[in-house]
Each structure stands twice: as structure tokens, then as C-alpha cells.
Nanobody, 128 residues
Framework: QAPLVESGGDSVEAGGSLRLSCVAS????????VGWFRQAPGKTREGVGTIWIDDGDTQYSDAVKGRFTISLDNAKDTLHLQINSLVPEDAAMYYC?????????????????????WGQGTQITVSS
């Protein structure tokens, strides 16, 4: 599989918006789960949201629901994460992940943390 490549991280002021992208060539088909995670310094990695490619079912963590939106651009094999109303607690390294072997959308949001494929991450810094 081709590597996952994230981009779009930046240093922004609280209240601002960002759009992250993850090029996922070769992953955008059928029964594949893709999603976003983040990890702040000194903290464990946490899930942000996932999408099951087959039917577009999208799930978000409670911490970001209503502010974050995951979308797929199938023509460009790209996963996006739109982040609005940024708060300092959103500052972290953001990673995309993909797993074509979970077998069911039921497992997408709960098992993607153990995904087979990860990007190198893109950094978001939020100033208050």
C-alpha cells in the first residue's frame, strides 16, 4: 500500500478554522475504514473521527462532535478533516489511519486505533 500523507497543519488563533488533508492512494475502496487521530504532548493518542468508505458512515468523538467534519474526495483519494472553532485543547499532532481488513463498519470507530496503516502526522498549534 502507498503511504498515507497528511498536510494542512498550521499555527492558528483560537476560534479559527483549518482543513487537514490525507492522501490515501489505493485505500478508497469498499470495506475500508479511514479516520483521524490526534496526540498532544504527554497525552495518549485519541480518536477524532472515522468513516467507513463503503457507505460513508461517519462517527466522531464527543470532544469534537459539531466542530469537526470528515469527508472523502474519492476522485483524489483524499480524506479531509474540517476543523472549526479551534480551541487550545485541539493543539496536537494529527494523524490519518486506514485499515482495509476490519470487515465491518461496526468495528470502524472502535478498532481503527489499531490500524495497519498510518501517516506521519501534521501539527496543529492553537494560540489563545
Amino acid at each position: 500500500q502507498a503511504p498515507l500523507v497528511e498536510s494542512g497543519g498550521d499555527s492558528v488563533e483560537a476560534g479559527g478554522s483549518l482543513r487537514l488533508s490525507c492522501v490515501a492512494s489505493g485505500y478508497g475502496y469498499g470495506s475500508t475504514c479511514v479516520g483521524w487521530f490526534r496526540q498532544a504532548p504527554g497525552k495518549t493518542r485519541e480518536g477524532v473521527g472515522t468513516i467507513w468508505i463503503d457507505d460513508g458512515d461517519t462517527q466522531y468523538s464527543d470532544a469534537v462532535k459539531g466542530r469537526f467534519t470528515i469527508s472523502l474526495d474519492n476522485a483524489k483519494d483524499t480524506l479531509h478533516l474540517q476543523i472549526n472553532s479551534l480551541v487550545p485543547e485541539d493543539a496536537a499532532m494529527y494523524y490519518c489511519a486506514a485499515d482495509p481488513a476490519l470487515g465491518s463498519s461496526d468495528y470502524c470507530s472502535v478498532r481503527l486505533n489499531s490500524a495497519s496503516y498510518w501517516g506521519q502526522g501534521t501539527q496543529i498549534t492553537v494560540s489563545s
